[in-house]
């Protein structure tokens, strides 16, 4: 049963949209370039209003050890996102500064993207196009071979999931953030729409 995340939230109506919807996870980028960065104290301040039930990630990039576990605790988040140059060993020293699960996430251009992805540390993966948060769809038929617990991302949108979950091995999670956004924000229609096809899909695959 393929789940939702949906990604850069940043404002306190977002959250009201969130507990409506219900996704299975929603993430907080704390990457300074991105559009939706948003400080660790304003986070946790969201993720106090959020719903239970809906799990929390923090979105980083080549951050230290000590912020990422900084984050973690001020956010109270529940998961981590790698979007950088992290290897193995960062991986593996990371365990020692927090107790959530790490999803790692590998831009996929050729098949031994994805076939990188299948050797990760982390607890999960994600496959994405592009460079962090550009919403840039990549070739789906690359993923044939992940046989392994993975969000898919990139360009996705209301329009296009269908698309992706026949053309992929069945994602554990689609991540969506631009792609359910309207003037910057997320836009309840998108979201209703976009978790309203995931869920339609299951059940004609049901």
């Known amino acids: 049963m393929t789940k939702v995340k949906i990604c850069g939230i940043c404002h306190e109506v977002e ?3 969130m507990n409506e ?3 299975d996870f929603v993430g907080f980028v ?9 400080a660790p104290e304003h986070a946790g301040l969201l993720r106090s209003k959020l719903r239970p039930g809906i799990r929390s ?3 980083f990039a080549n951050h230290s050890l000590k912020s990422v576990a900084m984050c973690v605790e001020v956010a109270g988040l529940d998961m981590v996102q790698l979007h950088g140059d992290e290897t193995a060993e960062y991986i593996a020293a990371l365990r020692e500064y927090i107790r959530c699960p790490i999803m790692k996430v590998y831009k996929v251009a ?5 076939e990188k992805a299948l050797y990760s540390t982390a607890d999960y993966v994600m496959l994405d196009g592009g460079n962090a948060g550009d919403g840039r769809t990549f070739d789906w038929s690359l993923l044939g071979n992940v046989r392994r617990k993975y969000f898919l991302s990139g360009g996705l949108t209301p329009e296009n999931l269908n698309r992706a979950m026949i053309v ?16 910057k924000m997320k836009d309840y229609r998108k979201v209703m729409k976009f978790i309203l096809g995931v869920k339609n899909f299951k059940a004609n695959k049901m």
């Open 110 to 114: 050729k098949p031994m993207d994805a």
């Open 30 to 38: 704390f990457v300074s370039k991105s559009r939706h960065f948003i």
């Open 15 to 17: 959250i009201g949209i």
């Open 57 to 59: 990630v923090g979105v």
């Open 21 to 23: 919807l219900v996704p």
């Open 168 to 183: 992929t091995p069945q994602p554990y999670a689609l991540n969506v953030s631009s792609g359910v956004e309207a003037n």
